[in-house]
């Protein structure tokens, strides 16, 4: 959320169209409700600011990346198949063709598929502190 309230903050960084739409993202991500509307509304943002804001996207996609996944069913029956999301696309649907393709590398044959976009559960005290110590 830092990094969209920078682009809030500075003059001329975003239209008003822009601004309403980074208003509504930043709701989205502080309230983590509606994954897949926040990611529309990402890849939206990332269309028409991208290229006059690289890095402050490049820094929202890698927090999308490490925040979200894709909770695939290859049938209404399955077991749910978590799949990271990788935002290398533009456009919501391609973000979902990659995520089922991978669903697809993993050898299931898919004859209903489901997916959904999904935050991520935050780890554990516990989890994060092995991580931590590990990195040290």
Not at 100 to 116: E, T, Y
């Amino acid at each position: 959320m830092e990094v969209i309230d920078e682009l809030l903050c500075h003059a001329g960084a975003a239209n008003g169209e822009e601004t309403d739409l980074l208003l509504e993202l930043r709701w989205k991500l502080r309230h983590r409700e509606d994954p897949e509307g926040m990611l529309r509304l990402f890849c939206e943002l990332r269309r028409r600011m991208e290229q006059r804001h690289y890095l402050a996207f490049f820094r929202i996609r890698r927090w999308l990346e490490n925040h979200l996944m894709a909770a695939v069913q290859i049938c209404p029956a399955a077991d749910v198949h978590e799949i990271p999301v990788r935002l290398d696309h533009y456009c919501v649907e391609a973000v979902r063709r990659v995520c089922l393709c991978a669903a697809l590398g993993r050898g299931a044959v898919q004859i209903a598929p489901r997916l959904r976009f999904a935050y991520r559960a935050p780890a554990s005290a516990a989890v994060e502190r092995e991580l931590a110590a590990v990195a040290s």
